[in-house]
């Protein structure tokens, strides 16, 4: 079965400060990998698909099929990033579920 | 708001008493998944449907829980005899197939107490 692992609960920097949230997973085949954000008394929404290789409010997330991950990055982290981030992946195109990571807390502190 | 809405958005209920949620997706979307999320674990998979058909259900599902969607718009999802290791943050989600790689747009959520 897959599974995606977040190692980090919680990920406090400064505003300004690069920011890495990492992402592995594991599954044999090739899946879709997503991240998701929950914003403070918000619903989860998504933030990025590697699919769309686009970059989103300054994140980037490249997936790496030799490590199995799928790192979520920013160069510069601004304190309206704080949220909550979960690493996200379908099997294959023809599968639908998501299986999520437990989750990394980001915080930016002025 | 057009997104995806849930009722209610929050339950305590008493251990051993049914409860029932309601998911209302965006309009045109034909898929509906249900997931749980416990405190400090993401999202899990519980059931999906294809407009009324249910296509899947995972081994989180157990016998006491039972999902509808009767004509292929809105869903409940029933559980029966709650216990404590119910309570949690249930999550509809709904999307269209062929449609942005299949996004998933996420409603509010309903959180379950079971005293």
């Known amino acids: 079965a897959q599974r995606v692992t977040q190692p980090e609960k919680l990920l406090s920097v400064f505003k300004g400060a690069p920011v890495e949230l990492k992402c592995n997973y594991s599954?044999?085949?090739?899946?879709?990998l997503f991240w998701y954000v929950q914003y403070s008394r918000q619903r989860l929404q998504l933030l990025l698909r590697?699919?769309s290789r686009e970059s989103i409010k300054g994140f980037t997330a490249d997936l790496n099929k030799g490590e199995t991950s799928f790192h979520l990055k920013k160069p510069f982290a601004q304190e309206e990033d704080s949220a909550m981030y979960y690493c996200?992946?379908?099997?294959?195109?023809?599968?639908?579920?998501?299986?999520f990571g437990k989750g990394t807390m980001l915080l930016v502190s002025p | 708001d057009t997104g995806v809405s849930q009722n209610p958005r929050h339950k305590i209920t008493k251990r051993g008493q049914n409860v029932t949620f309601r998911c209302d997706p965006i309009?045109?979307?034909?898929?509906l998944y249900w997931y749980r999320q416990t405190l400090g674990q993401g999202p899990e998979f519980l059931t999906y449907?294809?407009?009324?058909?249910?296509?899947?259900k995972s081994r989180l599902l157990s016998d006491r829980f039972s999902a509808e969607r009767p004509k292929g718009s809105f869903s409940t999802l029933e559980i029966q005899r709650t216990e404590q290791g119910d309570s949690a943050m249930y999550l509809c989600?709904?999307?269209?197939?062929?449609?942005?790689?299949?996004?998933?747009?996420f409603g509010p959520g309903t959180r379950l107490t079971v005293l």
């Open positions: 309009s045109e979307h034909n898929r």
């Open positions: 989600a709904s999307s269209l197939v062929g449609r942005s790689y299949n996004e998933q747009f």
């Open positions: 449907f294809q407009n009324e058909a249910q296509l899947e």
């Open positions: 996200a992946l379908i099997p294959n195109s023809g599968y639908s579920t998501l299986t």
């Open positions: 599954y044999s085949g090739s899946p879709e």
């Open positions: 590697h699919i």
